[in-house]
T-cell receptor, first 115, second 113 residues
Framework: GQQLNQSPQSMFIQEGEDVSMNCTSSSIFNTWLWYKQDPGEGPVLLIA?????ELTSNGRLTAQFGITRKDSFLNISASIPSDVGIYFC???????????????FGKGTLLTVNP | DTGVSQNPRHKITKRGQNVTFRCDPISEHNRLYWYRQTLGQGPEFLTYFQNEAQLEKSRLLSDRFSAERPKGSFSTLEIQRTEQGDSAMYLC???????????FGSGTRLTVV
């Protein structure tokens, strides 16, 4: 099945620093999504990307859909303590007989922000 | 609208017992999904409903697992004869047909002892 390679696995940064994480895949995806998960909670959608090359921002978050459609990155600028959590990338395959509804998730990037 | 609601939030059960979880999706969403998440991993797809029809089940979903969505609204996930390997967070999500991103619930944390 499809696999997403997400890196880094974890990051420990100082408040105010910028953060970058990325996801790569051996498969082409139609949609890239970035989620954040707090301990004991479900993932919350941060940014959705629908077109190759698309660059989208949500506040201090910026994400890009790679031109090859096999990768995506997420940047967080000027990190704050509440950015702590696990960030997941997820990809959605091109439509193929109805199977494009499934999301394939990476293993996550654990972000720790030191105040 | 309070989002996707899952109950219970936590469940501890003895091996061999049956458990049932409930998911109430966002009311206007016609698609409902179940995912499972183990420690250190991303969520993995289990099954999916469009309205009341269960359209796909993952190979992860053994015969001990069954999911229903009887009236196209809430859904239940039952695990029979639980095993320690079933310990995980069970996540429910919902969406409209043309939506790409799901809205997840807070999950049910199952611990099998």
């Amino acid at each position: 099945g499809q696999q997403l390679n997400q890196s880094p696995q974890s990051m420990f940064i100082q408040e105010g620093e910028d953060v970058s994480m990325n996801c790569t895949s051996s498969s082409i995806f139609n949609t890239w999504l970035w989620y954040k998960q707090d301990p004991g909670e479900g993932p919350v959608l941060l940014i959705a990307l629908y077109k190759a090359g698309e660059l989208t921002s949500n506040g201090r978050l910026t994400a890009q859909f790679g031109i090859t459609r096999k990768d995506s990155f997420l940047n967080i600028s000027a990190s704050i303590p509440s950015d702590v959590g696990i960030y997941f990338c997820a990809g959605q395959l091109p439509y193929s007989g109805g199977s494009n509804y499934k999301l394939t998730f990476g293993k996550g990037t654990l972000l720790t922000v030191n105040p | 609208d309070t989002g996707v609601s899952q109950n219970p939030r936590h469940k501890i059960t003895k091996r061999g017992q049956n458990v049932t979880f409930r998911c109430d999706p966002i009311s206007e969403h016609n698609r409902l999904y179940w995912y499972r998440q183990t420690l250190g991993q991303g969520p993995e797809f289990l099954t999916y409903f469009q309205n009341e029809a269960q359209l796909e089940k993952s190979r992860l979903l053994s015969d001990r697992f069954s999911a229903e969505r009887p009236k196209g609204s809430f859904s239940t996930l039952e695990i029979q004869r639980t095993e320690q390997g079933d310990s995980a967070m069970y996540l429910c999500a919902s969406s409209l047909v043309r939506m790409h991103g799901y809205t997840f619930g807070s999950g049910t944390r199952l611990t099998v002892v």
